[in-house]
């Protein structure tokens, strides 16, 4: 079993690794596979609304990093989101990705009950605003999440003084790990509920 971590911020090592990084050394303790999934760095360019991904459930903007991305999210077991929020929500670079890639699920069903969580990094302000943006990409996925947390800091390493947000951080990755290896452990007992392609009705015609 895996688990990605996605980095939403520019900075490869700032206060949104660490959080990711504290997740990934209690969900190791459980014999969890991690990896760290950099998109933050604007590689990946926004959704173009073009609408092809309705018909084929696959965007069809090949840029390199967004298949290479994509990927490994669909092969992970657990997917966790975390942001820095710079200006009240996500910075737009992770917006990017995000949009394209639950824009294409929301045809192919690939995220389906794969377990899921969420972080927000900031100072002082736009929490849960920008908890809300990313449960609705979890959410749209019909994925399973699992909780999420609000962490402070504002120079690198600050964030590790946030002793409250540390500890919800290890409770969102120990219940991860708890979902996943049910999950396993069940697969064959409780089958999955058939998959039912999205229809899509416009009441404004």
């Not at 303790?29 to 309705?54: N, P, Y």
């Not at 018909?55 to 669909?74: N, P, Q, R, W």
């Not at 949009?99 to 899921?116: A, D, E, L």
Request: net charge neutral; proline share 3%; aromatic share 8%.
């Amino acid at each position: 079993m895996k688990v990605v971590g996605v980095n939403g911020s520019f900075n490869l090592e700032g206060n949104t690794f660490l959080t990711i990084r504290t997740l990934f050394e209690e969900i190791e303790k459980e014999g969890i596979d991690t990896e760290l999934l950099q998109v933050g760095d604007g590689r990946v360019a926004g959704c173009t609304a073009c609408r092809c991904c309705h018909t084929t459930g696959e965007c069809v903007i090949h840029d390199d990093a967004f298949i290479e991305l994509s990927e490994k999210m669909y092969a992970a077991d657990g997917v966790f989101l975390a942001a820095p929020v710079y200006f009240g929500t996500l910075p737009g670079q992770m917006a990017s990705f995000l949009n394209r890639f639950f824009f294409q699920c929301n045809k192919n069903g690939k995220m389906r009950h794969k377990v899921g969580a969420c972080a927000a990094i900031l100072r002082r302000t736009g929490g849960y605003t920008t908890i809300d943006d990313l449960n609705r990409y979890l959410f749209s996925g019909e994925m399973i999440s699992v909780g999420h947390c609000i962490i402070h800091g504002d120079k690198i390493g600050e964030v590790l003084q946030d002793t409250e947000g540390l500890s919800n951080i290890r409770r969102v990755a120990r219940n991860m790990a708890w979902v996943m290896k049910m999950k396993e452990m069940t697969k064959t007992m409780i089958p999955p509920p058939p998959y039912e392609k999205r229809q899509h009705m416009n009441f404004v015609r």
